[in-house]
């Protein structure tokens, strides 16, 4: 959060108009912001959601991950919530609050076949970048003798449909399929 500081508004008015203390109070001042926003770092450090790349650090460090280059600060984030809530969900409710809690409500397809042990997980284009950390999670989590697919879920005729064939001739047909589509 910016913050505006002006420190020669807490001096006294007959020091105010004085020029050493306007100039010590203008190099205060930046100090104090400085301050103000090591301090909302502290607080965004707090919470995994809001975690500042000091943050993210020292959260990679403790649960030993090694970040890769090509990873952005969303990503790293996205790393360390899925490994902090990574538990065994023994049922299909909690697997699905596990899922809802990495892709969203929307941002999945869960399809269970119990006669063939077979669970189909299909994810959203839009977590396209995390799909690696949510396939490593799922693989440890769901159950040993189930089948486990699990991809992205492509973009289908009902997704492409809207657009005219003027507006898809400007993509490739990999990215029609795997790019989300605006």
Known sequence: MDRSINL????PS????????????KTESKE????????????NDQFLSTLTIHGVKRWEKIMKIT??????????RFRIINRYLN???????SLKH???SLCGENGYKVNYDSSNYTLTIRLE????????????????IIPANLVQDISLL???YQTVGKFTYAQLKKFTYLQIREEALN
Do not use: A, G
């Open 67 to 76: 970040p890769r280059s090509s990873e952005t600060l969303e990503d790293r």
């Open 125 to 140: 284009l839009s977590i396209k970048n995390q799909l690696y950390e949510v396939v490593r999670s799922l693989k440890s």
């Open 98 to 100: 596990h899922l809802n």
């Open 32 to 43: 104090f912001i400085f301050l103000w926003s090591k301090m909302d770092d502290v607080l």
């Open 154 to 156: 492509y973009n289908q």
């Open 8 to 11: 020669i508004e807490y001096l």
């Open 14 to 25: 007959i020091l105010q108009d004085k020029m050493e203390y306007k100039e010590i109070c």
């Open 87 to 93: 538990k065994l969900p023994y049922t299909m409710n």
